[in-house]
RNA sequence: UGGGGCGUCGCCAAAUGGUAAGGCAGCGGCCUUUGGAGCCGCCAUUUGUAGGUUCGAGUCCUACCGCCCCAGCCA
């Protein structure tokens, strides 16, 4: 039964981790952090790098994983973004303790280490403005030329450092840069800036600081500070290594945290970057941070994806440092697998078409046993009232059916689940010559669904009984763009001239069996046949709005769509 | 173009010189009171290309091709 497979490492980050401990680097140590700037709202990008972060912690004895906000730039950092991501992210299902910290936590010793770097005659003031900096920072193929301010005496460096963080000069002036080699190949070893004047308001440390570190000589500071071992982050970080070593190196701190870099994640037919997620939100192509198109936590929750499906996603699709594009199709499959599971079943009928049952008296009502869920017994049963007058669904009705059309149509039988058989014996028409009712007879000897003669019936239709249905709302979501890429564009167009115009439908005559009376924000249900469906917190006791998470897999769509080739 | 990375099935992804796992998707079939779920089967003679080393190469060497990232006082 038990086998070494749970001791192998599943990806080349994990192989790491394992390779350190067994040689007893940091003390065995395992120490991670899911870091993030409190400028905008965590997606399921994020997702993937807190579910690697905390699952190592985890899975190391002694492990921990920290939490930690890169507020090192207050202009876009705001408190209400902190509260969010705590949320979020205890939402995932972690928890790391007391271990939040703030990179604005380290300031004080960050300046310490900037002022032991000028010492070592390792960091000088630059008076050169953005402008010329840019212009003496050479190319891809051009190396940089030197600041006119490299050569300055430590005192002289020291002493303007000092009025720096004093504030007597105005933002832009002057900044703290490192002195490591202006020809590098290596740009961002061309004399990095560590720290800029600007005097905003920061979200924690208010108006004390008129001076703010650069992310490069704050993070890896801030690491060994909180004695991380192995700082995980994306590729796009992987030029900025040398530096990363070069700091800790010139510090001398120890033990010297690892930076490990692994590939982002990246989904089909949506946008992953903050900006873009901005963008969608600000000029109004979505409804709000948890749109449920988007594909922010926020977003996903209100959806109806669970953090279970969320977590079983990222451990499902690998560590790696190719660049990756996953189907969409891959996470509807990890919310359908946990869903199926948990999902009460329950019957609503989304475009109503109404059925009456020319054989059964009026008034007569009979309360029919249902199955709860037919994976999990303990789930139980409940009673459905069935009634001479029912509301069917008009896709499960055809006029004039194709071959492999399963459902209703002019004389066919079918069973109405947990209930009767039926026959269509007329259809009604309007003036338009559309559908509007059909009249059928059922057979009383197949109450529960089943025939005494063991006849049987091609299809099984979901109902719900006229005057005892519950009126809903339910909104329908498809892509929110309609191409795979959309931040492929063509020519002098932008991102947003990818958006599926249909990504939402509403409708808002769905017919719903009784039992969802009183449903609460944010339960989940499968209206059967159809999807799985939660209830939005748009929804009080006058009004029952659901959002249709994902559709069931469909061979029937399937199966039409190929016909109509 | 200088530098840093990466190329294994439609999409992910294992394989650490010993003869190409697995998942998703797809395709058949079984079963079914959800055209759901479940079950069974099929799905890379070949790892970007071309050479080389070796008894043996996805793994090592050479050359080429392709894709991503870096020229913020953002992170």
């Known amino acids: 039964m038990s086998s070494d497979d749970s001791t192998k490492p599943k990806d080349f980050i994990r192989a790491i981790v394992a390779e350190d401990v067994a040689k007893k680097k940091n003390g065995g140590q395992v120490a991670t952090r899911f870091p993030t ?63 939040i910290h703030f990179t604005s936590d380290y300031f004080d010793q960050l300046f310490e280490f900037a002022v032991r770097l000028i010492e070592k005659g390792k960091a000088f003031v630059d008076d050169q403005s953005a402008e010329e900096i840019r212009a003496n920072n050479g ?22 450092f000092a009025r720096m963080k004093a504030g007597e000069f105005d933002a832009g002036r002057k900044t703290l840069r490192a002195k490591i080699d202006m020809s590098s190949s290596v740009l961002t070893l061309r004399d990095p800036i560590m720290y800029r004047i600007q005097k905003s308001h920061h979200h924690r440390t208010g108006e004390d600081w008129s001076i703010y570190p650069m992310y490069d000589f704050a993070h890896g500071q801030s690491d060994a500070i909180e004695g991380i071992t192995h700082s995980i ?15 800790i190196q010139e510090l001398g701190l120890e033990p010297a945290p690892r930076q490990i870099e692994f590939a982002r994640l990246n989904l089909t037919y949506t946008v992953m970057s903050k900006r873009m997620l901005r963008r969608l939100v600000d000029e109004g192509h979505v409804d709000g941070w948890d749109d449920p198109r988007l594909p922010t936590l926020r ?16 451990e499902g699709i690998g560590v790696a440092k190719r660049d990756n594009m996953i189907e969409l199709a891959r996470l509807e499959h990890s919310i359908r697998h946990d869903l199926n599971l948990r999902a009460k079943r329950v019957m609503g009928v989304l475009r109503p078409l109404k059925l009456v049952i020319e054989n059964m008296p009026e008034g007569e009502v009979d309360e029919l046993d249902a199955i709860n869920n037919p994976e999990d017994d303990s789930a139980g049963t409940r009673k459905v009232p069935f009634s001479r007058e029912l509301y069917i669904e008009r896709d ?4 004039d059916p194709p071959k492999k059309f399963f459902r209703l149509a002019p004389g066919r039988e079918v069973r109405l689940r947990y209930a009767y058989f039926v ?88 017919k719903v069996e009784p039992s969802m009376a009183g449903a609460v924000p944010g339960s989940v249900c499968q209206f059967e046949r159809q999807g799985y469906f939660c209830v939005d917190p748009d929804s009080d006791e006058h009004r029952l709005v659901f959002n249709r998470t994902v559709t069931l897999r469909d061979t029937w769509a399937k199966v039409a769509k190929k016909e109509k080739r």
């Open 37 to 99: 700037e409190p400028n905008g709202c965590l997606h399921i990008g994020h997702a993937k790098s807190i579910v690697l972060n905390f699952g190592i912690a985890k899975e190391n004895e002694g492990g921990i994983c920290n939490l930690r906000f890169d507020d090192t730039n207050p202009t876009t950092e705001e408190t209400q973004h902190v509260e969010s991501i705590v949320e979020d992210v205890r939402w995932l299902g972690y928890d790391w303790g007391d271990r």
């Open 139 to 160: 190319s891809l193929t051009q190396p940089g030329r030197n600041s006119p301010s490299r050569d300055r005496s430590v005192e002289e460096n020291l002493d303007l």
């Open 233 to 247: 982050c994306t590729l796009e970080f992987q030029d900025h290594r040398p530096l990363y070593d070069w700091y």
């Open 299 to 314: 977003g996903l929750r209100r959806r109806g994806y669970t953090p279970d499906s969320i977590r079983s996603f990222c």
């Open 396 to 399: 499960d009705f055809m006029e």
């Open 423 to 510: 026959t269509c014996t007329e259809v009604v028409k309007d003036v338009d010559g559309e559908v509007v009712e059909l009249r059928c007879t059922y057979d009383p000897a197949t109450r529960g669904g089943d025939a005494p003669d063991g006849r049987k019936v091609k299809g099984t239709l979901h109902w719900v009984s006229v005057h005892h249905a519950i009126d809903a709302e339910v909104r329908l979501y498809d892509t929110l763009f309609s191409v795979e890429d959309p931040t492929r564009t063509l020519p002098g167009q932008d991102f947003t001239d990818n958006l599926n115009p249909s990504s939402l439908e509403v409708l808002r005559k769905v």
